[in-house]
């Protein structure tokens, strides 16, 4: 078997390579530890080697389970809203949307306040755990009703609490699917994120600073590549203040805003890439050292 051999990159960039996938050629043997080889021997593992669908009927259940007791609630929440605003909630696409709906629910926010707040933040759970685009709007809306800090709070618990259910989701059937589908390169993944265990916490927290990837793709991917759960909240709770802040920020002025690229322009762009320079910073100058 020819060996080729894989330059040491980042678990930022490997996180890149998953999002725009490319043709690799590694050694399985070896790469494949006492742990791996243990999986094939489990249920997911078994499945894969007899070309079965990778998830179990318990794995199922239990992803459907979760999207029913969402469902469920939001429904109930639905229901305890006055008649006259069930007609007046949709989800925003767009910028007249949202301010169509912020004209029509704010004396509604202003007079059920406690109400409002749980509808708001199981919906806004219920689209980061399922990737439901939009949330963006969603943290807009939060700027145009509650202002800079009470949003900002909202949005920052809504949006760590969604990726956390996400990553549970993603980690019950996504890590699955993909072993089935591509056991080579996950493992090769998995290996390299494994080497950098110690600098995780600061490529995670440049990812989720800086626009470099989705945060659904994050959201989707780490589990899948054995990021620890503990660092991917930390980084979650704390990488996502300086968008969610410009975000919200942006929320009072939503009459004046035209579109939602302006929310991003150059030099919001370089502030955020700036903060996330920082935070990685401290990981280039040990790699330096360690060179020297």
């Given at each position: 078997m020819i060996k080729n051999r894989v330059s040491s990159?980042?678990?930022?960039?490997?996180?890149?390579?998953?999002?725009?996938?490319?043709?690799?050629?590694?050694?399985t043997e070896r790469l494949l530890?006492?742990?791996?080889?243990?999986?094939?021997?489990?249920?997911?593992?078994?499945?894969?080697?007899?070309?079965?669908?990778?998830?179990?009927r318990w794995e199922f259940a239990a992803a459907l389970g979760v999207f029913v007791v969402f469902s469920i609630g939001l429904f109930s929440i639905y229901l305890t809203m006055p008649a006259a605003e069930y007609g007046k909630l949709k989800l925003p696409r767009?910028?007249?949307?949202?301010?169509?709906?912020?004209d029509n629910i704010g004396t509604y926010a202003k007079v059920y306040p406690?109400?409002?707040?749980?509808?708001?933040?199981?919906?806004?759970?219920?689209?980061?755990?399922f990737m439901i685009p939009g949330t963006i709007f969603m943290s807009?809306?939060?700027?145009?009703?509650?202002?800079?800090?009470?949003?900002?709070?909202?949005?920052?618990f809504n949006s760590t609490a969604g990726a956390s259910s996400c990553f549970f989701l993603s980690k019950l059937i996504g890590r699955?699917?993909?072993?089935?589908?591509?056991?080579?390169?996950?493992?090769?993944?998995?290996?390299?994120?494994?080497?950098?265990?110690?600098?995780?916490?600061?490529?995670?927290?440049?990812?989720?600073?800086?626009?470099?990837?989705?945060?659904?793709?994050?959201?989707?991917?780490?589990?899948?590549?054995?990021?620890?759960?503990?660092?991917?909240?930390?980084?979650?709770?704390?990488?996502l203040i300086p968008a969610a802040y410009i975000t919200v920020k942006a929320g009072l002025a939503l009459g004046e805003l035209k579109s939602v690229k302006d929310l991003y322009d150059f030099k919001t762009l370089s502030v955020l890439f700036l903060i996330g320079f920082i935070s990685i910073l401290p990981t280039i100058l040990k790699r330096k050292k360690i060179y020297e």
């Open positions: 990159s980042s678990p930022a960039s490997l996180l890149l390579s998953m999002a725009a996938p490319r043709s690799l050629v590694v050694d530890t006492r742990d791996e080889e243990n999986n094939l021997d489990s249920p997911t593992g078994k499945r894969y080697k007899e070309g079965k669908f990778p998830l179990s767009s910028l007249s949307d949202l301010r169509l709906l912020k406690a109400k409002f707040i749980l509808g708001y933040c199981s919906t806004y759970i219920f689209m980061q755990t807009l809306l939060a700027g145009a009703l509650f202002g800079v800090f009470k949003g900002l709070f909202l949005v920052v699955p699917i993909v072993n089935w589908l591509w056991p080579e390169k996950l493992r090769f993944f998995q290996a390299e994120i494994a080497k950098r265990r110690d600098k995780l916490l600061n490529y995670m927290l440049f990812l989720r600073i800086t626009p470099t990837l989705p945060n659904l793709f994050i959201n989707l991917a780490s589990p899948i590549v054995d990021i620890p759960f503990h660092i991917f909240l930390s980084a979650t709770l704390v990488g």
